[in-house]
């Protein structure tokens, strides 16, 4: 058994790292273009560079985590990463001392930082569900602790900006990233003290890169169902990130950048509500179901708002819609994955082959991140700058995803999914 206290203090981690996660995915970008004055597309290249990163570091990272598992526990990581990245968030937010291309340089190297911090922390945290416990079971509730514990965090920096805005500044840096770096690190030394490592997995094996490689293609290549679920991940994935990345441009075109400060409480109040609400539903209809009526849903909500820019209201109201929508596509594609892996041993007598699906699916999720900035970026060059029409493109190839690239496996039952 794992003690309620210990859950909660697993949860604290997420907490604090959604501290800093909410602020890369909500404010960032904005705060380049909108209060830094970047161009959009160079905006957009400092992001990709931070994606490039992540695609190369954060498997290295996993290995360097696995094999010092004898010398630094992955509580020892989420501690001693803590000081960096709360560091990392004021420092992106510096402007820079140069000009041109070197400014974007300084800007790139900063955000990589930033990146790079929070995958030393977040990485060896994510290892804590199997190594606080074996239980399967237990470790599902301690994902569900965890995605709570995210919803807060989401919260809470969303409140902390709106009531401090990105104009509030202290030493060049939106206030709002000093007090929630400092705020982090309580909520790592908890997690880091509160929790018991339990499991010490053995030594993995030195496999070469090539092999692991080619086995990802062979894996790809042969599994259709695999095809499948990568596709959906993927045009789901730059509809939710446009959402989010896009949400303060939005009510900015319409004057009303306060409207979108409160905006972006949405994704974590949705959480809370939308993850059980979508859940109970896919026990009834049937996940591919619900995973159509989400996107549906989505791409109605984004009409609706583009449609009703003379309403801020309504407006309001058809982001909260499109970001319940979001939650709904991203719990459907988690409850997929079991039954993906499942496929793929029997069809491909792939036996151990859950690392590689997951691997594959946190690739097509990081290159879905990668482009949304870019797509946001052109919409800002085009004429008028309107960001609706991004949107409304991205909700479209998301519902076209969730028609015709559903895996064709049904999904385990959702409780042995989670």
């Not at 929508?325 to 859950?354: D, I, N, T, W």
């Amino acid at each position: 058994m794992v003690a309620l206290r210990e859950r909660i203090a697993f949860a604290a981690g997420d907490t604090g790292f959604n501290f800093v996660w909410q602020t890369i995915e909500l404010y960032l970008l904005f705060y380049y273009v909108r209060v830094l004055g970047i161009a959009p597309e160079q905006a957009a290249l400092i992001f990709l560079a931070g994606a490039a990163i992540d695609l190369i570091g954060d498997p290295l990272i996993g290995a360097l985590v696995d094999r010092t598992r004898l010398s630094l526990s992955a509580r020892g990581w989420v501690l001693a990463a803590g000081p960096p990245l709360g560091l990392a968030l004021a420092l992106a937010f510096l402007p820079s001392p140069f000009e041109g291309t070197g400014g974007i340089a300084f800007l790139s190297c900063l955000h990589v930082l930033l990146r790079v911090s929070y995958s030393l922390g977040n990485i060896p945290y994510a290892a804590l569900t199997a190594r606080i416990t074996p239980d399967p079971a237990m470790q599902v509730r301690l994902t569900g602790y965890r995605m709570q514990g995210a919803a807060v965090g989401g919260l809470i920096a969303a409140t902390v900006y709106l009531v401090y805005p990105l104009s509030e500044r202290v030493w060049g840096v939106p206030l709002g990233a000093v007090l929630l770096g400092l705020a982090a690190q309580p909520l790592f030394l908890f997690c880091a003290l509160g929790v018991r490592e339990r499991v010490v997995p053995p030594l993995p094996p030195r496999p070469e890169l090539s092999a692991q490689f080619r086995g990802m293609a062979e894996l790809l290549r042969g599994s259709d169902e695999l095809r499948r679920l990568l596709g959906l991940n993927f045009f789901a994935g730059i509809a939710c990130t446009l959402l989010y990345k896009g949400t303060l441009f939005v009510f900015d075109q319409l004057d009303a950048l306060g409207w979108g400060y409160g905006a972006a409480l949405f994704p974590s109040i949705v959480l809370f509500l939308g993850a059980p609400f979508w859940t109970a539903l896919a026990t009834r209809i049937g996940c591919s179901a619900v995973t159509r009526i989400a996107a549906a849903l989505f791409l109605g909500a984004i009409l609706f708002a583009w449609a009703s820019t003379a309403s801020l209201p309504l407006v309001a109201v058809a982001m909260a819609l499109a970001a319940f929508a979001s939650v709904g596509m991203s719990v459907m594609f988690f409850a997929f994955v079991p039954g993906v892996v499942q496929s793929c041993e029997r069809a491909l007598v792939a036996e151990g082959c859950a690392a590689r699906v997951f691997g594959l699916s946190n690739l097509a999720r990081k290159l879905a991140q990668a482009t949304a900035p870019q797509a946001i970026a052109l919409a800002l060059l085009l004429p008028g700058g309107d960001i609706f029409p991004a949107l409304a493109l991205a909700a479209l190839l998301a519902l076209a995803a969730a028609i015709w690239s559903v895996p064709r496996t049904g999904p385990l039952p959702l409780a042995e999914a989670a």
